[in-house]
């Protein structure tokens, strides 16, 4: 009997907050697709959507520095900002991150001013950190899908895409990435990135 919309929406509803919709195993780095708050995850590192500044913002950025409390924004503030494509690594302080690693994704802006392989560097960023810190899990946001209107379904390729390459080439002893997506129709967008790697 094929299952009905009501049976679904109690599936849905069952789901733990934090269980992976989708896994894929890429050599020893077991890739996850969720829907969750990122601040909830008890990772090594937690990336931030982060903006030059590093001195907070909407979205993700403020949700971070809320949980993580005044002493993350301190520590910030010692970093002096950070460019566009680029990233720099903090503590997580009350967050169950360990650390948080602050990405700066490009605004889009129609995608002819290199918004493309700005949003790629972030992601290679933030995992050459990981690596530098001897980091064994790291989760992501979808950088720059939020005020700074990059379609969310290029993002989700890229994203999935330049990670999934880099841990291929080289898994710098990572064990667990994590695609840490808002709603469902962002980690659908990661879903069919994966699927057209033929991981998913
Ligand atoms: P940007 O300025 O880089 O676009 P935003 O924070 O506005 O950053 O949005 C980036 C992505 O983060 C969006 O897909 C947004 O839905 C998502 N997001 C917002 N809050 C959270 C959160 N607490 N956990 C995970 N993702 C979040």
Redesign the pocket.
Same mark, same amino acid.
Request: with cysteine; charged share 10%; proline share 3%.
């Given at each position: 009997m094929a299952v009905g919309f009501a049976e679904t929406q109690v599936a849905l509803h069952l789901r733990m907050p934090t269980e992976p919709l989708v896994s894929a195993e890429v050599g020893p780095v077991r890739v996850d697709i969720l829907v !969750?708050?990122? @601040?909830t995850l008890a990772v090594d590192a937690i990336v931030n !959507?982060a903006?030059t500044s590093l001195l907070g913002?909407?979205?993700?950025?403020g !949700?971070i520095h809320r949980r993580a409390g005044p002493d993350l924004l301190k520590e910030c503030e010692t970093l002096g900002g950070c460019a566009t494509g680029s990233a720099k690594i903090t503590r997580g302080y009350k967050l169950p991150a360990k650390h948080v690693i602050h990405a700066v994704?490009p605004v889009w802006n129609g995608g002819k001013r290199g918004e493309e392989a700005l949003l790629a560097s972030c992601y290679r960023t933030a995992l050459a950190l990981a690596a530098d810190n001897r980091l064994t899990s790291i989760a992501f946001?979808?950088? *720059? @899908?939020?005020?700074?209107?990059?379609p !969310?379904d290029l993002a989700g390729r890229i994203a999935v895409g330049t990670v999934v390459s880099e841990i291929s080439a080289d898994p710098h002893g990572l064990e667990r990435a994590v695609f840490?997506?808002?709603?469902d129709e *962002?980690a659908q967008h990661h879903i069919k990135a994966l699927a057209e790697l033929g991981l998913a």
């Open positions: !969750a708050d990122i @601040t !959507a903006n913002g909407g979205g993700v950025d !949700a994704g946001p979808a950088i *720059s @899908t939020g005020v700074y209107r990059f !969310a840490c997506c808002f709603s *962002s």
